[in-house]
């Protein structure tokens, strides 16, 4: 059975760091791509940032590049989004992703998920 667990998710002030860590289980690592996405409430689902575990290809959406860096464990079946100079509109429930052979930032092109876990920067 497939399974992604994120956790890392707090309450931190604006400025400040938190690492997310996505666990992956049930498929070979090695041959899918992760992706990190988030949700505000009001908002659409946005990729954030994507990997591809077969050759460390990273990708970012522009809101984040220079502050968040994606980067995975493949002894561990684990994907890493170090966060750092937060801010308030960095806050949503963080959900990662996995897909088969292209790495991406469509949700929609992701078939596995996880169940979220919660960012809220405060100002």
């Known amino acids: 059975e497939v399974q992604l667990v994120e956790s890392g998710g707090d309450l931190v002030q604006a400025g400040g760091s938190l690492r997310l860590s996505c666990a992956a289980s049930?498929?070979?690592?090695?041959?899918?791509?992760i992706g990190w996405f988030r949700q505000a409430p009001g908002k659409e689902r946005e990729g954030v940032s994507c990997?591809?575990?077969?050759?460390?290809?990273?990708f970012y959406a522009d809101s984040v590049k220079g502050r968040f860096t994606i980067s995975s464990d493949n002894a561990k079946n684990t994907v890493y989004l170090q966060m750092n100079s937060l801010k308030p509109e960095d806050t949503a429930v963080y959900y990662c992703?996995?897909?088969?052979?292209?790495?991406?930032?469509?949700?929609?092109?992701?078939?596995?998920w996880g169940q979220g876990t919660q960012v809220t920067v405060s100002s």
């Open positions: 990997i591809s575990n077969w050759d460390g290809s990273t």
């Open positions: 049930g498929f070979t690592f090695d041959d899918y791509a």
């Open positions: 992703a996995a897909v088969d052979g292209w790495v991406g930032m469509a949700p929609a092109t992701y078939d596995y």
